[in-house]
């Protein structure tokens, strides 16, 4: 019955998609440069757009809502872009960034009012119906009641998650607009222009509500936010590339996606300067004894001391005289510029600084010269003064960000933990971005509006700092696992890091323990792992998807080419997309590699330093695979020397685990790590 009448109301909406794409088709595109047929063109570009997406997938939801002032029950289908019909002006499909829909994701179905934020102030009412529709290519599929009024016990909501968790995943991250969750939904639409800061645990869906909120804050704060000043700050370029479909799906564009190295290294624009490669820095962390370091590069106290240097170099910079234009003439005194300097100027960067400071003088000697009489004289003066002004400029040297760096710590006494200028270290990106921003200043057009950190506990406060610096009213989405820190010689260990840095009252922050990713029996291993942490975090809340017990096996060394080979085609055979085999170094990786590949050609091994995720059979190392997520994961070699138990193995070993959405298998020889227990 509710199947046949949703179907009729589909083709009926789609035909009048399908008529209005048509005839916005039919339009030749705009091409010259009359600016209201360019403003027309851009709303028909972003019409197309949005019926295009509709033709394909015109609506997730249906909300039926009797708003407490009107006479009728309102029903609205909610889809991933709204559409008008062009033909009455209704809305025939509603945005699900809208506000009406947030009644949808934030409903949980107890019988009462409920009311949402629209623009016109609040609207009170009652919800009537709450169901999930799904749609291919053009057809009705199903369609799942999640709440009638009257009928309390439906549970349909539970039964539609578990219906898209256990979908099988291909290479890349996919949006959830069809069952964002009522704590997911709080935080994507958390207002504009605070700090939300967000600890979830692994598979919570972080990275994804991050994507989301970009999206909602892009539509409904669009006349203050621009999409080319929004920047995603992501750990690794693979893993950009794993999340690149989610916004193009959400119809949203233009957004930076970048690693900070990248991002910084573009900015100080020195091309005698080359970071670090990265692989080795890993290797040389995970794979070799590790060496415990204090990141104390990464601490606001070293900020503060930068700057301090910074300031003293700065007034040393200008030269110990007077300005003397041409012989006997009293020139500008020292006391006078400093005066400029530190009144007039006072809010400008030092580059500026010394712009003004010239341009001043030039002007200061054309008013001089001008005292002669003689135009000859005149002409004699501008000339003199000119050349005694670019001999006094020319004292204050040009300094590049690495040679200020340089001086700075030798000044410190820490000329130690300067890096060659051919292997600049991670972190040294951040002081480095800090004094090019002191010494050359941020432009207005190069300040963010919006800034998203993921696997932000890898990030250090000084490099928040400095990307506060660059942002407008601290606006950010900074999202992390600190479980999952598994370089903790880079980032952070309590998020009170970043929130003292805003202030408590510019920062808000959310927590996440469900995690979407895995199956209840993946949740329960992987939190016994995190119970070996000194001080175990939030554990992970299953949603009850149950799938098959995690498989430990004690293997021979010798035969375990053969195991892993064994364990892939039984993957393969039950139908699995993405396997993944994590090792526990780049090194073993390599060693293993050919063999596999002799049996298994489709094999790919990814390192830190690939830039795409093709999806399919995977050999990684286990720190490689943060973030990621396959159907099938097989951690090898869980044994007590590769995993002994300690603060970051455990970490590593969560991570490996947590990639798995239907099915972990473990395998070691010799002694098993402490860190499984083993029944
Ligand atoms: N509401 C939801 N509906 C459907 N799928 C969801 C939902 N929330 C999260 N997921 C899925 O859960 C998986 C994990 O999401 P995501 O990678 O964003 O989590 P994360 O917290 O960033 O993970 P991690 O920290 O472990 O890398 C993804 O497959 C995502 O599509």
């Known amino acids: 019955m509710q199947f046949e009448e949703e179907k009729k109301v589909l083709n009926k909406t789609l035909a009048i998609i399908n008529q209005q794409y048509e005839y916005l088709a039919s339009i030749p595109e705009y091409r010259g440069d009359d600016f209201n047929e360019k403003v027309l063109e851009d709303s028909r570009r972003r019409m197309r757009a949005s019926l295009m997406s509709a033709k394909k997938d015109p609506y997730f939801a249906r909300l039926d809502f009797k708003d407490e002032e009107a006479d009728e029950v309102k029903v ?89 968790l256990g979908d099988q995943k291909d290479n890349r991250l996919r949006d959830i607009v069809a069952t964002i969750q009522g704590e997911q939904n709080e935080i994507i639409r958390y207002p504009l222009n605070q700090a939300v800061i967000i600890q979830g645990v692994a598979g919570s869906g972080k990275t994804t509500v991050a994507l989301h909120r970009l999206a909602y804050l892009l539509y409904e704060y669009r006349e203050q936010l621009t999409a080319h000043r929004m920047i995603i700050f992501a750990p690794n370029t693979i893993f950009l590339d794993y999340i690149s479909q989610v916004l193009p799906e959400l119809g949203v564009g233009d957004i930076v996606q970048t690693t900070f190295p990248e991002w910084v290294m573009a900015i100080i624009d020195d091309p005698n300067c080359q970071l670090e490669s990265l692989s080795k820095r890993r290797k040389a962390f995970f794979e070799s004894e590790i060496v415990d370091q204090d990141n104390l590069k990464g601490t606001l106290a070293f900020q503060q001391k930068i700057r301090e240097q910074l300031s003293k170099l700065e007034k040393e910079w200008l030269p110990a005289e007077d300005f003397i234009p041409w012989e006997n003439k009293q020139g500008v005194s020292l006391e006078k510029i400093k005066s400029w300097l530190e009144t007039d100027f006072k809010d400008n960067p030092v580059v500026k600084k010394y712009e003004r400071v010239k341009a001043k003088l030039t002007r200061w000697i054309e008013i001089e010269a001008k005292m002669y009489e003689e135009k000859k004289e005149q002409e004699q003066a501008r000339k003199e003064g000119k050349k005694q002004l670019r001999k006094y400029l020319r004292k204050w040297k040009k300094r590049k960000p690495y040679e200020l760096y340089a001086q700075i710590l030798k000044r410190m006494g820490k000329e130690d933990v300067l890096p060659p200028k051919k292997n600049i270290a991670l972190d040294d990106l951040a002081p480095l971005l800090d004094i090019h921003d002191y010494w050359f200043g941020i432009e207005k057009e190069e300040r963010f509006d919006h800034v998203v950190i993921d696997e932000a506990q890898d990030f250090s406060p000084y490099q928040v700092s400095v990307l506060n610096a660059r942002t407008k009213k601290a606006s950010f989405t900074i999202l992390g696992d600190l479980a999952q820190g598994i370089h903790r010689d880079e980032g952070i260990d309590q998020w009170e890091r970043f929130i003292e840095l805003f202030g408590t009252s510019r920062a808000k922050f959310f927590q996440m323990t469900k995690s979407y990713r895995s199956t209840y029996e993946i949740i329960a291993f992987s939190n016994t792992i995190l119970s070996h942490l000194a001080s175990p975090p939030a554990y992970a809340e299953p949603v009850f998807r149950s799938g098959e017990d995690v498989q430990i096996q004690q293997i021979q060394a010798e035969d375990k080419t053969e195991k892993i080979v064994s364990w892939v085609n039984e993957m393969k055979h039950q139908g699995m997309n993405t396997i993944a085999v994590i090792l526990r170094s780049e090194s073993e990786c390599d060693q293993i590699y050919s063999k596999l590949k002799s049996e298994l050609a489709e094999l790919k091994m990814i390192t830190t330093e690939d830039k795409t995720y093709e999806g399919g059979l995977s050999l990684l190392p286990v720190y490689v695979s943060k973030g990621l997520e396959f159907d099938s994961v097989l951690m090898v070699d869980v044994d007590e020397v590769h995993y002994p138990k300690d603060e970051q193995t455990t970490k590593l070993l969560y991570v490996g685990c947590t990639r798995a959405l239907h099915h972990l298998s473990i395998i070691y020889s010799g002694k098993p790590s402490e860190l499984i227990s083993i029944g």
């Open 76 to 164: 609205t289908y909610i889809g991933k872009a709204g559409v008008f019909d062009e033909e009455n002006g209704n809305v025939l499909i509603t945005d699900w960034r809208a506000p009406i829909a947030s009644l949808f994701y934030g409903f949980s179905g107890s019988e009462g009012d409920v009311y949402y934020q629209s623009p016109d102030g609040v609207v009170e009412g009652e919800i009537y119906l709450k169901r999930n529709i799904v749609t291919y290519e053009q057809e009705l599929e199903r369609v799942v009641d999640r709440y009638i009024r009257g009928k309390q016990e439906l549970s349909g909501g539970d039964e539609f998650l578990l219906y898209k």
